[in-house]
């Protein structure tokens, strides 16, 4: 039982012919598989053995699409063998070997336990867990709420194979109309340029069950947001706008602006001339310039501020300078 185990199938030997009627021996086989699934069976007169370095007959081999077999052995064939055929003509591992006549005492019978009146349950094959962590995305929302955009937060997928059951083989995968590349161990997948991709993926394991290819859409944006400073309230130029004069009601705004997944927080923090810098705060409303001449009292100050978008890029911090009151 550990043997079929171990290779991602069980045999269900559901209906045997009569020894009374030697000449034609029907063997009927349901492989714990998928429909669709391939085969090899060999019929063997004497039994085969790996360490046999010649084997002593030669096998009547015959390839099975489907994971119910029916076969009617040659008088001469008292033993037969079954192996899965995966993908790209990949071949599993043989199961045991099994008698072809139908006496429960024989060395090579297949055990009483499968032998049964009933119907044989049947197990559904391995199935894979997803080899890629969702927590990698992050979902936004578009300003009119009409639209929805996957968006890559991390400059690189990490493919972390994982199976139930006989174990993983290889993942594959490919971006895009790339071709499909094969991994057999945890692999870094990189995603530098911005713009719109998709993956697909999928994992196999040791006896060729694959896992259905999963497909992500994800766009990846790498372009910090930039932020604008705009004055609310009374304010005057001169001097061809070289000058620019406000007073202590005019207000400081952030407009913070992205072009793919959109601002999602300012940040701003001051340092006096003769003090050391505060931590940065949050943005959330227009600053009074009178609230930020409090911080400083009569020494000039320096205002520093950025933007960061819905995925964490992070622009480079702004500086704007106050000078000291008169």
């Not at 009927?28 to 360490?51: G, H, N």
């Amino acid at each position: 039982m550990s043997y079929h185990k171990r290779f991602g199938f069980l045999l269900f030997l559901i209906l045997v012919s009569s020894l009374l009627a030697k000449p034609k021996r029907e063997l009927r086989i349901l492989i714990d598989a998928e429909p669709t699934a391939e085969f090899e069976l060999e019929l063997w007169q004497e039994k085969p053995s790996d360490e046999d370095a010649v084997p002593k007959s030669t096998p009547e081999v015959i390839p099975i699409k489907g994971n119910k077999i029916t076969v009617t052995p040659k008088d001469q064939f008292d033993y037969f063998r079954v192996r899965r055929i995966g993908d790209y003509g990949a071949k599993g591992y043989w199961t045991q070997v099994y008698s072809t006549n139908v006496d429960p005492g024989a060395p090579l019978a297949v055990p009483k336990v499968f032998v049964k009146s009933k119907p044989a349950e049947v197990v559904e094959p391995p199935k894979n867990v997803s080899v890629v962590s969702l927590d990698s995305f992050i979902n936004v929302t578009k300003s009119d709420g009409k639209e929805t955009i996957q968006y890559l937060r991390k400059n690189s997928l990490l493919i972390q194979p994982s199976d139930i059951g006989s174990g993983v083989s290889e993942v594959r995968y490919k971006v895009n109309d790339g071709n499909w590349q094969t991994s057999k161990a945890s692999t870094k997948v990189d995603f530098i340029e911005e713009g719109s991709y998709v993956f697909r993926y999928f994992s196999v394991d040791q006896v060729g069950n694959k896992e259905s290819t999963q497909i992500l859409y994800f766009t990846k944006d790498s372009t910090a947001p930039k932020t604008e400073i705009r004055w609310v309230g009374a304010r005057s130029d001169s001097n061809q706008g070289k000058t620019s004069y406000i007073s202590l009601d005019t207000k400081i705004q952030f407009v913070a602006s992205d072009s793919s997944s959109g601002p999602k927080d300012t940040f701003y923090a001051y340092a006096c001339d003769s003090g050391s810098q505060s931590e940065f705060i949050a943005y959330k409303s227009p600053i009074p310039i009178s609230e930020i001449r409090s911080k400083c009292e009569k020494s000039g100050l320096k205002l520093f501020y950025y933007s960061v978008d819905q995925v964490g890029n992070e622009e480079p911090v702004k500086t704007i300078q106050f000078p000291a009151s008169k």
